[in-house]
């Protein structure tokens, strides 16, 4: 499948290679199971503010449809290919699948500079995006969710795109859209406090009091910034944290009130006069409790692992540890990693309660939303560490083989067509 050449995605298939050793998955299921089940490529043409009209490359890939119609986020950066979406893809079907929801896994993006282009050009993009995609998504068959770079009114242009061509309104096409409009209550929260959520477990399992732990925080967009809040809020220190264009760092704790009005106006937790410049290569290995990398993948390499020297390594982004960093920190019990398909899985849970909202057109409380989050959390938290302890494995590994071995049992039973 050299149409997916791309790091991460080998990164991904190298993940899932062994884990297939570890449940030791015959051959003939392997590749099946691995490989996406198809993938769109689309030009985007869009008229940019000057008149001029550039074409962007768009995609969305479908990892599997055993347990459902597949979901997963649209990104909007540089650097999207259709080899890393297809890796992000995969790790939302085990994701999905560890989390017990009826989906597959898909992930999708355009190759755009979004912080680069007005609102008029983002929305023009997003809606022509839509439109390009519109027999490949649906809310059986597909359905959209923010992710790096695209937010709610990213989802909502998409949803009305859609709507627009079924003639009905169609909130269930796409999550993470406005309230007003079908979205659900705490969606926006969701990601960053499922993180939160599970860095407190993981505080209690090696014995380590909130009120005396410190936190490093990479990203802080909708996950990283929500992450920093909610820590806060269990009594969690924030000394340190950074975006794409640098890092702040106070040892005496972050006034996350005062960081809060800096990035208001400056679109930056760079230059925060409440703390010391810091590159994001510092940050990362900045002495801390609770690491989360919350922005972009294979942040935590075999360059870097060694100096890494946090307690608990909570995944906010997606992929922020390469497979060579992840057989340093096997060695390493001083350190408890929350692996991402759990850690961020929040997002997608929420998602999940925004679909089924719609669908019904029956809408809950944000404390009902956030009990029955906490609740799915805390299972998965609890099978994960469990499977690890039990047979000695890691708890990237425990949470793999739980996500693969439910696809894979879903994939057996439906059996292979024709
Ligand atoms: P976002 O666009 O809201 O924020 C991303 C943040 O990362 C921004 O602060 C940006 O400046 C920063 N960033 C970008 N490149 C960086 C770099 N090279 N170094 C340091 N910081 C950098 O995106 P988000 O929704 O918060 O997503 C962040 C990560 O979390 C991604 O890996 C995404 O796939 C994952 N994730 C998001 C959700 C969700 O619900 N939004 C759910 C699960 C996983």
Redesign the pocket.
């Known amino acids: 499948m050299h149409v997916y050449d791309h790091p991460t995605f080998h990164m991904a298939c190298r993940q899932f290679d062994l884990v297939a050793d570890h449940l030791d998955i015959p051959a003939n299921d392997r590749d099946r199971l691995k490989y996406p089940k198809r993938a769109l490529t689309v030009a985007v043409p869009v008229r940019r503010d000057d008149g001029k009209v550039e074409v962007f490359a768009g995609y969305r890939v479908q990892h599997h449809l055993a347990l459902g119609p597949t979901k997963g ?1 649209m990104r909007y950066h540089p650097d999207v290919t259709v080899g890393e979406v297809a890796a992000l893809a995969m790790w939302m079907s085990w994701k999905c699948a560890l989390m017990n929801l009826p989906y597959g896994g898909a992930k999708g993006g355009v190759a755009c500079d979004p912080t680069q282009m007005s609102i008029g050009e983002l929305e023009r993009l997003t809606r022509r995006f839509t439109q390009e995609l519109i027999h490949f998504i649906g809310p059986q068959v597909d359905i959209p969710a ?4 695209t937010n709610e009114q990213t989802m909502a242009w998409m949803m009305d795109t859609y709507s627009v061509h079924a003639g009905q309104a169609t909130p269930a096409v796409v999550t993470g859209k406005p309230v007003a409009i079908g979205g659900s209550l705490g969606r926006r929260e969701a ?1 960053g406090r499922g993180v939160s959520y599970l860095a407190n477990r993981a505080m209690d399992t090696i014995g380590l009091n909130a009120n005396e732990a410190t936190a490093v925080v ?7 910034s929500v992450a920093a809040y909610s820590l806060a809020r269990y009594g969690v220190k924030i000394i340190a944290v ?3 264009f640098g890092g702040t760092l106070n040892a005496r704790g972050l006034d996350l009130g005062k960081l809060q009005k800096h990035v208001a106006r400056t679109k930056s937790v760079a230059h925060f006069p409440g703390g010391e410049s810091i590159s ?1 290569e510092q940050l990362l290995v900045t002495p801390c409790d609770i690491l989360v990398p ?3 993948e294979r942040q935590i390499t075999a360059a870097n692992v060694n100096q890494i020297k946090c307690r608990i390594l909570a995944e ?3 992929g922020p540890t390469t497979p060579d960093a992840d057989l340093v920190l096997d060695q390493r019990p001083d350190v408890f990693v929350i692996p991402d398909i759990l850690c ?1 899985a929040g ?1 997608v849970v929420v998602s999940y309660f925004e679909w089924v909202q719609d669908l019904q057109s029956f809408f809950w409380s944000e404390t009902e939303i956030t009990d029955k989050l906490f609740r799915l959390l805390e299972n998965a938290f609890t099978q994960t560490l469990h499977l690890s302890r039990k047979q000695n494995i890691s708890m990237r590994m425990a949470a793999l083989s739980l996500g693969v071995a439910r696809v894979r049992e879903a994939k057996k039973l439906r059996g292979l067509f024709p």
């Open positions: 986020g923010p992710d790096l770079g990601t990479q990203g802080f967009g909708n996950v990283g950074s975006d794409a994001n919350a922005a972009m906010g982004a997606n961020n997002g």
